[in-house]
């Protein structure tokens, strides 16, 4: 099918880059890498930043009562809906200044372009910066995102944290009114397509040395938090035999999750956050807490983890005399992508001379929630050496560019096919 005009970035993506740095400068420097985590003023500022420069691109922003940061493009006003584009800008600790911003500072590039080249789609164009997509102190991620699809309850907000404080007492620090956030869902009824651009966070593009990835589907998540309960004492005159150490429960638990993880290619489990308490190195651990999740494109796999990682934390206290909590968390099944919507951006990759293969994404997504919903495609760039939620996250300028050119005139090809059906 014929292409419409392509377009490209003004002033070759500088002002983009720019915006990137910018973002990469409202950080918690007291860490190493970038951090600007959801529930801070750090995170107040960034997504006010990014208010102020939709408002100097031209576009009517404002942020939600979820706290998401929306910008419209008015279209030409014939009356067929809109596109959205977006992505987040809040950081895990100690991560990298590309996953999310990237996309967010190349979907306010988008409309920036569609406005310097004097094109009008026949489609409103939605730039969204999701609040908090990160997974939260409370165990919860892509809270903007599950808010504007409706899908935030108040089972959600009532998620704990390891100090045992709810999610919706804490929101105050991100200046949201948790009996507001509601208002934010929105109707997607006349939404046509939504688009996301990130970065990869893995090695397949890279090693297969293609230089745009179009994502086939989004993986399951499946968080759970667990507690172990055993009895204080002293680690000199415990004989082993009568130990009932709750730290070495939680560690055989910690390898099964591994173990059963390590049964499938795709499927992942992770132990990220272990606390023993009281946590000195002369005493027999009376507690530990274990947060962890599963992940994998099957969401029969997922179900079939679950039980089995039920079944080991259960076997790890009974030896040891030890009581075992399990709590799974807000979990996400795995997500397919649009097909027609990927078809057009591989035939805009090919028409701007890039390569692109498929694969599918381990990391979770605010797309994984919009999919729900609307129409929606994410368009991947390599991640140097595969690596992200960590400093050393890293992608070359170039292949952000070439990305947010494939955004640019996905969104308009999009716009063109649509308005003439
Ligand atoms: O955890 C994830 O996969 C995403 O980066 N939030
Ligand atoms: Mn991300
Ligand atoms: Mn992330």
Known sequence: MRMAQ?????????????????????????????????LTDLDVDGRHW??????????????????????????????RGRIMT???????LSGGRFDGNVG????????????????????????????????????????????????LTPAHLAARNQEGTAFGDALGGARVDPNRMHEAAMDLSDVIAYV?????????????????????????????????????????????????????????TVLAVETIASEQETSRGTSGSITFTPDAVNVINETAEVWGEFRSPDGEWIAHARERLAQAAEAEGAKRGVGVELEWLPSEE????????????????ADLGLSHSRLYS????????????VPTAMVFVPSQGGRSHCPEEFTESADILAGAEV??????EISVRHAVR
Do not use: K, Y
């Not at 026949?122 to 892509?142: R, Y």
């Not at 179009?214 to 009895?231: E, H, K, N, Q, Y």
């Open 6 to 38: 392509r377009i490209g970035l003004p002033d070759d993506g500088e002002r983009l880059l720019d915006d990137l740095e910018t973002l990469a400068g409202l950080v918690d420097d007291s860490l190493p890498g970038w951090t600007r985590s959801a």
């Open 362 to 373: 381990g990391a979770g997504h605010d797309a994984a929630f919009m999919a729900l919903q």
């Open 334 to 349: 795995p997500v397919p992508m649009s097909e027609p919507l990927l078809g057009i951006a591989g035939e805009v990759v």
């Open 86 to 92: 977006g992505s987040h800008t809040d950081t895990v």
């Open 104 to 151: 967010v500072a190349s979907a306010l590039e988008v409309a920036r372009s569609l406005r310097a080249s004097g094109t009008t789609l026949a489609h409103d164009l939605v730039v969204i910066d999701f609040f908090n997509e990160e997974v939260n102190p409370h165990g919860l991620s892509c809270v903007g995102s599950r808010a504007l699809t409706g899908a």
């Open 407 to 412: 955004l640019l005139n996905t969104i308009v």
């Open 196 to 252: 996301e651009l990130h970065v990869e966070q893995g090695p397949n593009l890279e090693a297969q040395g293609t230089q745009i990835g179009l994502v086939t589907d989004i993986t399951g998540v499946a968080p759970f938090r667990s507690l172990f309960t055993g009895r204080q004492d002293h680690a000199g005159t415990t004989p082993m035999s009568v130990r009932r150490d709750a730290g070495c429960a939680a560690a055989g």
């Open 50 to 79: 990014v208010l102020a420069r939709m408002r100097e691109a031209g576009l009517d922003a404002h942020i939600d009562a979820a706290g998401n940061v929306i910008g419209v493009l008015a279209g030409n006003g014939s009356g």
